[in-house]
């Protein structure tokens, strides 16, 4: 046989081996099962081998050490396992959770570190927490407390489950943040016309403000992929979920701590002023409206500039890692700031500022408007104004 004729059958045989085996190994891939994958709780009994190791590839060391934990709960309860751990590193004692993987393949068992156990501090830290509402908050720090709840409850039983049933997070999440408004003041502060101008007011700044969160969002094309829980969620709902309406409605629900305080705290100041204009005016006269809005604005100018700088922080200390990547970016300050994952934290700092200032002159007026002439309706205390109207 000639050397061409070898060479033609070479490659004959090469495609129809290549036509048999492919089917059966693309077949055998999408048959095999993925792993089988547990948490269970554990205790960690013996620490041993605690080394610092080199990452490959990198010049970065990373801590090691060798595990013996033994299993609390779940299928496995009572059985001691050894494996080793580059996570979170571990003393004997600490109970942690671990995760338990199982090969689909050879039902080889692998072991490693999910999270140390925290459940106890954050419980012991809720609990504080409430001791401290109780013992300093009185009455007043319960109805604040039973408010938070409430809150709670709307975002995790109505926000959250509308947004995964594939409703608009936009609408969706400004109908919540109204709710939380209305059953949050209320709960706090009773039924009462103060009341009822400050949720007016924080009703009215949040519409006009997410306007505008809205336009700046598509504007600046962001995706809402800041961050890796956005990808995992975006796989996990197979790309059913809005994730610029998600981003929009975090900003939405984000913006509500720093309005309910400035706007109760200046419908209260409106309350406050018409009772001591009126108390020291001759009888038969009134504060103006003008003068208390006036007065009261001076008051908010105050407010604004203690939140906004505390807001601002608060979004610093939270994006602070974020903040070093970027120092130590290799692209310069301006291409940092451009990206997604920054320019969405300056979108919500930003839009929180606005909103926590466009709350003052909003709240103000409505206060001034709905309180004038109402001074004993305002908290309910009806015969503290009967005195003042009687001097």
């Known amino acids: 046989m000639e050397l061409s004729e070898r060479i033609y059958v070479a490659v004959i045989a090469s495609f129809f081996v290549a036509a048999v085996i492919f089917p059966v190994v693309s077949f055998a891939q999408s048959s095999v099962a993925p792993p089988i994958q547990t948490i269970e709780k554990a205790t960690v009994t013996v620490v041993a081998n605690e080394h610092t190791q080199m990452i490959p590839g990198t010049n970065t060391t990373e801590s090691d050490q060798t595990l013996t934990a033994h299993i609390l709960d779940g ?11 580059d996570y979170t590193q571990l003393s004997v004692g600490d109970t942690f959770y671990l995760r338990h993987t199982t090969s689909s393949v050879d039902s080889t068992d692998y072991y490693s570190v999910s999270d140390p156990y925290r459940l106890n501090i ?4 809720a609990a504080v927490f409430i001791f401290l509402i109780i013992l300093f908050g009185g009455i007043q720090g ?25 409703y608009s997070p936009i609408f969706v999440s400004i109908g919540v943040a109204s709710l939380i408004i209305i059953v949050g003041s209320y709960i706090t502060h009773g039924f009462n016309r103060t009341t009822t101008a400050a949720v007016i007011g924080m009703i009215a700044t949040v519409l006009i403000t997410g306007l505008g969160a809205f336009y700046v969002v598509h504007a600046a094309h ?3 992929y800041n961050s890796e829980e956005s990808v995992y969620l975006n796989f996990n709902s197979k790309g059913t979920i809005d994730l610029v309406g998600l981003l929009f409605g975090g900003i939405m629900i984000g913006l509500l701590g720093v309005l309910y305080d400035i706007a109760i705290g ?8 018409f009772r001591m204009g009126d108390s020291y005016l001759p009888a038969g006269r009134q504060v103006t409206r ?10 908010g100018r105050e407010h ?3 939140l906004v700088n505390t807001l601002a922080i608060a ?10 990547v970027i120092q130590n970016s290799t692209y310069g300050i301006a291409y940092a700031i451009n990206n997604e994952i920054f320019a969405t934290e300056i979108v919500r700092i930003l839009i929180g500022s606005i909103g926590l200032i466009l709350a003052v002159p909003v709240t103000t007026l409505l206060a001034s408007y709905m309180l004038a002439g109402h001074r004993g309706e305002a908290l309910g205390n009806t015969n503290e104004a009967h005195a003042h109207h009687h001097h």
Do not use: W
């Open 75 to 85: 299928s496995d309860a009572g059985k001691t396992v050894t494996f080793d751990n």
């Open 315 to 324: 979004y610093v200390g939270a994006a602070l890692p974020l903040l070093l």
């Open 290 to 299: 003008a003068h208390v809005y006036t007065r009261a604005i001076r008051i």
């Open 304 to 306: 604004i500039g203690a």
């Open 222 to 224: 962001l995706s809402g």
């Open 122 to 125: 954050l419980i012991g830290l």
């Open 142 to 166: 319960i109805r604040g407390f039973m408010s938070l709840c409430g809150s709670l409850v709307l975002i995790f039983y109505v926000l959250m489950p509308g947004i995964l049933n594939g």
């Open 266 to 273: 200046q419908a209260i100041a409106v309350e406050e002023l």
